[in-house]
């Protein structure tokens, strides 16, 4: 009988906890792919404007940018790349960028003759479930049945008082795209305004301080016994095979955006490069979980923070996971950890394709809803009495702790003194064109302040109005 000697070049060594290392993701930067992510995200943007928020038509073709998809980064600067912004711009002149809304579906249709054959791609809104990017697809992967929820306070409009109204006037003058802003203590409104197309009860989507609500999920899954330590590795579904470098990843690096993680970016011309995604979640209508964990490990995790959002939704397969494996609903579930809890009854997060609920961004609720979250940081993570987040959890969530940065656990903080008359204890969590929940915990105020995407905000103004409602109500 021979034996067979040990294979010299691979470890045999049997693994029972993985499947081994997942395939990478290969970013397709090729001009016909960038410009079907232009068109999926704008078909999600009217979406989100018109079946989420509830803007008639007229108001969100006032409301859009066009948005052309970009390549993404390396660690540092831009690679080359096509840039497809002029075509984009020639084409909505032209006429030949075209979007049609009806019955909770918009389509958009990028027809450019000089572009080759036209490239359409389509967003659905269900309730609970946001706008669901389908891209290229007719339906989504999974079934939006209706998600109870708990119902919210309502309240009367709180007038500003005297002191505030001119800061309040100014900052409204200066930032055309501002929603509304609120802010409270945690015991009661104290002032709140809005705009013509703002109103108390209108969801607007947040964008990245979806990143706060998915960071403070997990620590609500800490508190509640479900994961031990943000410290630990990441125990995403697909990073489970021991000897994978993906085990170096700790959830502290996910939130912190320090976990490494990129992917190869295939050009038009051939070339490959390293990137960071930064946006192609809200543009590719695909499994943003898988995608997410599918990135390769192109930094030692720890040593350089690059914004992403790829290691949020790594961090979202984790809280599906911990969920189904508890045999629990997991719409309803993610929605009872948090939101709910704290009577955001107007929040959705936005799903992609697949069902899962996006962690990175794209979530809605109203200013009122948004600052409460706000308002379960002042009260050290204790809502109604009740502790809800671990002893010690707002001091790490709102500290940052990387040189380079204010960037906290998916808070920004104030240390680069961006608003020069906030203290510098002041952390928010920010979304896209400005979208901010402040924390204000030596003044005991939330304020929270939504804009429309990719309109430009005052942040002077606000800065101002924010220091005069420290003043006023501190």
């Known amino acids: 009988m021979t034996t067979r000697p040990a294979e010299p070049i691979f470890d045999a060594t049997p693994h029972p906890f993985g499947d081994g290392p997942v395939a990478p993701l290969v970013y397709d930067a090729s001009l016909r792919a960038l410009r079907q992510r232009t068109v999926n995200f704008a078909a999600k943007r009217y979406a989100d404007m018109m079946f989420v928020s509830g803007l008639d ?28 912004g002029p075509a984009l711009k020639a084409a909505v002149a ?3 960028f075209a979007v049609q809304a009806a019955d909770n579906r918009v389509t958009v249709t ?19 479930y946001g706008s669901i990017l389908l891209g290229e697809h007719a339906a989504p992967r999974f079934d939006p049945v209706p998600i109870p929820r708990v119902a919210s306070d309502t309240h009367d409009i709180v007038a500003p008082p005297a002191a505030i109204v001119p800061a309040l006037d100014a900052f409204l003058a200066s930032s055309s795209g501002v929603y509304g802003v609120v802010i409270r203590t945690p015991d009661r409104v104290l002032a709140e305004r809005y705009s013509s ?26 508190q509640e016994g479900w994961l031990a330590s943000m410290h630990d590795p990441a125990p995403a579904p697909l990073w489970r095979d021991p000897r994978g470098i993906h085990r170096l990843i700790t959830l502290d690096h996910l939130v912190r955006m320090r976990s490494g993680i990129g992917f190869p970016v295939r050009h038009e011309d051939g070339r490959t490069t390293l990137g960071f995604e930064n946006s192609a979640v809200y543009q590719d209508g695909v499994d943003a979980f898988e995608a997410a964990q599918r990135s390769v490990v192109a930094a030692l995790p720890g040593s350089v923070f690059r914004y992403v959002n790829s290691g949020m939704n790594v961090l979202g ?23 709910d809890r704290l009577g955001m009854s107007s929040y959705q997060h936005s799903a992609d394709i697949a069902g899962n609920f996006i962690a990175s961004g794209a979530g809605y609720a109203t200013a009122r809803d948004y600052a409460k979250l706000g308002v ?3 009260n050290d993570g204790v809502w109604n009495g009740e502790r809800l987040l671990p002893p010690g959890w707002v001091d790490y969530a709102l500290t940052a702790t990387h040189t380079g940065t204010s960037y906290a656990a998916c808070f920004r903080t104030n240390i680069d003194h961006l608003f020069p008359d906030l203290p510098d204890d002041a952390a928010w969590a920010a979304g896209a064109s400005d979208n901010r929940i402040f924390i204000l915990r030596r003044a005991g105020l939330s304020v929270a302040v939504t804009n429309e995407t990719d309109h430009k905000m005052d942040l002077g103004a606000l800065n101002r109005l924010i220091a005069t409602a420290i003043d006023t109500f501190a």
């Open 57 to 84: 038509r007229a108001t969100a073709d006032r409301h859009f940018r066009p948005r052309a998809a970009g390549v993404p980064a390396g660690l540092d600067d831009r690679p080359g790349g096509e840039d497809i």
């Open 317 to 339: 397969s984790v809280i599906r996971d911990q969920i189904d494996r508890r045999g629990l609903p997991y719409h309803r579930t993610v929605y009872g950890l948090l939101a």
């Open 110 to 128: 990028w027809a450019d003759p000089a572009c080759g054959a036209p490239v359409t791609g389509s967003a659905v809104t269900h309730p609970g």
């Open 376 to 378: 379960l940081y002042l």
């Open 94 to 96: 032209e006429g030949w």
């Open 197 to 222: 197309f703002g109103r108390p009860d209108r969801a607007t989507p947040s964008w990245s301080m979806t990143k706060a609500m998915t960071c403070t999920a997990i620590g609500r899954m800490i």
